[in-house]
């Protein structure tokens, strides 16, 4: 993709932009700042995280950091001034249409990464999850999401004066309408939209046109309309300089009506102007059961007795008894896309023949019902825990012998990553994410059939793998085996990242190895 010279000015040194040539600017740029990268996202594990996105946004900008300037960009939820009581405010964010003004504020993560936070008591200081109370969104996420897109088009137009951002780097509908306040403002900066999973697409009437300021003219096929409805993903689909997901699979699936959510059709467009990508999410090297310090003993490859250790222990936090048959386990938000009504299907033949099932999550209330009651009418053999506590679910991938993963679509998963370098072979349904890491027969098993045949077929598989003690070790070294960290997804950003460019791509390089 090439772009025209007033998208590159953000990536050209004062040499450039008056004059000089650009073999003067990029020995210039050597040993000067890195390119400048704001990551925007919704959650971020540091402070808040409701699933995969946050454990993303706290680490790939911590592997991008050794080339690029990152600074994340979230919004000031409680959970953020709580810990940072004091935070400098570094500018104004001025109103606009019923976006009201924030300050916006700048600190450090305890690693040094500068992290932008919106601050309004009104929009982001509330009880509840970052999208919602008690089961329901908040009224005004059209608002509340609307601002972070526009602070982040505002951090590109240079509203901090000491940091301009080169490139955006946005993160689901929460952030996708900011390359359109970019396009809207006559600003060129370029842009990079991840889609973590495209179900989820920020829908919301046309009225809300403007509240947010979003020109009429906008509203139709080519820009924000989805059936009749303002769609912030659309937007982000239709403006960003490029798409990316977190997988290879889902990215070539999202371009099918099965998977593509009413949007396949754009995105295949995007994917015939070379303009969509899948590069696969990695896992952070703390799970890592040699030393992860939720064990109940931290133990290596072949050291079965150390898993053997944690698997009691997680028979005794759910109330089962001693069991020589295998323990399958789940963890996972109790929704339909997790294929959970599938699992609860399997439970009854799982006891039947020999097994124990634990489940930790939440979710839809029918499913955190139906578990209850499955624990109810199996006790000793099916454990249940609603709600989630990172103790519970390092020992869980520790102490199991089989995950649980039956995903209707997974655009990357992370539970079957962090449950093959804890020796736990996944069981899941053949799909995005999931069929990109896990090898069916050698990490784990895979079933091709969204479907109670489907998953029962599998299960079966890993009932005569755990009565051999020789594959079943050989599968856990397998998997203990596998690679899932994040260079090789900083790797294929940076490549991302300098393609996106165009023509500024050699001065680029040059400011990544300065």
């Not at 990464?113 to 008690?134: F, H, K, M, T, W």
């Not at 590069?279 to 310090?293: A, F, Q, Y």
């Not at 399958?328 to 959970?340: D, M, N, T, W």
């Not at 299960?459 to 599968?475: C, T």
Request: charged share 20%; proline share 6%.
């Amino acid at each position: 993709m090439t772009f025209p010279a007033s998208a590159r000015l953000a990536w050209q040194s004062p040499a450039v932009s008056s004059g000089g040539s650009p073999r003067e600017a990029v020995e210039g740029l050597r040993g000067s700042l890195k390119p400048r990268i704001l990551y925007a996202t919704p959650e971020m594990a540091d402070f808040v995280k409701t699933g995969g996105l946050g454990e993303v946004a706290a680490s790939l900008p911590r592997a991008l950091r050794q080339h690029y300037d990152v600074r994340i960009l979230i919004p000031g939820y409680r959970q953020v001034v709580e810990r940072h009581p004091e935070i400098a405010v570094v500018a104004h964010l001025p109103g606009d249409a019923e976006m009201p003004p924030c300050d916006l504020g700048l600190i450090e993560t305890g690693d040094g990464l500068p992290v932008y936070v919106i601050l309004n008591s009104a929009l982001y200081e509330r009880d509840g999850s970052p999208y919602g109370d008690q089961g329901a969104d908040f009224p005004d996420n059209d608002l509340r999401f609307g601002r972070l897109s526009l602070a982040a088009a505002e951090l590109a137009q240079g509203i901090d004066p000491d940091w301009r951002a080169d490139l955006l780097h946005l993160n689901d509908w929460q952030t996708a309408l900011a390359p359109a306040y970019l396009a809207w403002r006559g600003l060129r900066t370029p842009s990079v939209l991840t889609i973590h999973n495209l179900a989820y697409q920020g829908l919301f009437p046309w009225e809300t046109l403007g509240r947010l300021g979003v020109p009429e003219s906008a509203f139709h096929i080519d820009g924000v309309e989805f059936y009749g409805k303002l769609s912030f993903l659309k937007a982000g689909l239709y403006y960003a300089s490029h798409v990316t997901t977190v997988s290879e699979t889902y990215a070539h699936e999202i371009t099918t009506p099965e998977f593509g959510c009413g949007l396949d059709g754009l995105l295949r467009t995007r994917a015939h102007q070379g303009r969509l990508a899948g590069i696969l999410n990695g896992i952070d090297e703390s799970w890592d059961p040699r030393t992860d310090p939720h064990l109940a003993t931290r133990f290596e490859p072949d050291d079965w007795k150390g898993k053997r250790a944690n698997a009691d222990a997680v028979r005794t936090r759910f109330g089962l008894g001693v069991s020589r048959g295998p323990l399958f386990a789940i963890v996972s938000r109790l929704v339909h896309q997790k294929g959970v009504d599938l699992t609860l299907a399997a439970a009854e033949s799982i006891v039947a023949e020999g097994g124990q099932l634990v489940v930790t999550g939440q979710g839809e209330p029918r499913f955190e019902a139906a578990f209850l009651d499955l624990a109810r009418r199996h006790p000793g053999s099916v454990g249940v825990r609603v709600g989630f506590e990172e103790t519970d679910a390092h020992r869980m991938f520790a102490g199991s012998d089989f995950l649980l993963m039956p995903s209707r679509f997974e655009p990357c998963g992370l539970a079957q990553m962090y449950a093959q370098r804890y020796g736990s072979l996944p069981i899941v349904h053949r799909t995005g994410g999931l069929a990109d890491t896990v090898e069916d027969g050698v990490t784990g098993f895979l079933f091709g059939e969204s479907s109670l045949k489907g998953l029962s077929s599998a299960i079966r598989r890993a009932f005569d793998v755990f009565a051999s003690k020789r594959r079943l070790g050989a599968m856990r070294r397998n998997a203990m085996a596998r690679e899932f960290g994040w260079d090789q997804a900083a790797d294929g950003y940076s490549s991302l990242y300098t393609r996106v460019v165009g023509n500024g791509g050699e001065l680029m390089r040059a400011r990544a190895v300065a």
